[in-house]
């Protein structure tokens, strides 16, 4: 079973929404899995927020983490860029990539602190298979539900991944994109360009085709409120 078989409803950002606030485990998430979103906000001219956890800094063990850091935070501004976003929408948390379950305090708390009543708060799913991913689910989780109009969850690594998704019994929404806006994602994607080639050009890289499939449907998935 692939998760695209639960999708279960349409979704929309609601009238009720002022601002989108992504929470991105590692550079290169926040366009992986919202990419669409994102360019749809910023359409609608709604203020966007990208919490940025980690540097990403050990995608490639062995490789100098702060020369991976630097480099994945330049992609991360440059990715935005292509969906019209601006480098002062990150705030960076500075979380240890790999470890970012042993911070869930300091991340609910910067969270929490770029939400407001209007906002559609986004974080990945509690169940999207990597630790970190699952760890920032789990940051959203404790935080009290007046903290933001609406949330959902993301899904990434739950495409490749999906069994403890699909255990859970969740209802996917799908969330259409138009023409310009998947343009406009797929830009994003190939920014981040240390994902699809090994540093020392020997190893596996973290991304290939078969790791960005999910990017040839015209729709994102989310999860609904509350699973
Ligand atoms: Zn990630």
Do not use: K
């Not at 705030?91 to 379950?101: F, K």
């Not at 933001?148 to 999906?162: E, G, I, K, N, T």
């Amino acid at each position: 079973m692939t998760i695209l078989e639960l999708l279960a409803a349409d979704a929309s950002i609601g009238d009720d929404v002022d601002r989108i606030v992504v929470v991105a485990p590692h550079p290169d998430d926040e366009v992986l899995a919202c990419g669409l979103l994102l360019a749809a906000a910023v359409e609608r001219g709604l203020a966007v927020r990208v919490i940025a956890v980690t540097d990403g800094e050990a995608a490639y063990p062995g490789h100098d983490p702060d020369e991976l850091a630097r480099l994945r935070r330049r992609e991360q501004v440059a990715a935005l860029a292509e969906l019209g976003i601006g480098a002062d929408a990150v705030h960076r948390v500075g979380l240890p990539d790999g470890r970012v379950g042993d911070h869930l305090a300091t991340l609910a708390d910067a969270i929490v602190a770029h939400c407001s009543s209007g906002s559609l708060l986004v974080a990945p799913s509690v169940h999207d298979w990597h630790p970190d991913h699952e760890a920032c689910g789990e940051a959203v989780r404790r935080l009290p539900s007046t903290s933001c109009a609406v949330r959902w969850s993301s899904l990434f690594w739950a495409h490749h991944h999906p069994e403890r998704l699909v255990s859970s019994g969740p209802r996917l929404l799908r969330l259409e994109g138009t023409e310009r806006q998947r343009a406009a994602r797929q830009r994003a994607v190939a920014q981040h360009r240390s994902q699809f080639r090994h540093p020392t050009g020997r190893g596996a890289p973290i991304l290939n085709v078969d790791r960005i499939s999910h990017l040839s449907q015209p729709f994102e998935t989310y999860v609904e409120p509350g699973q």
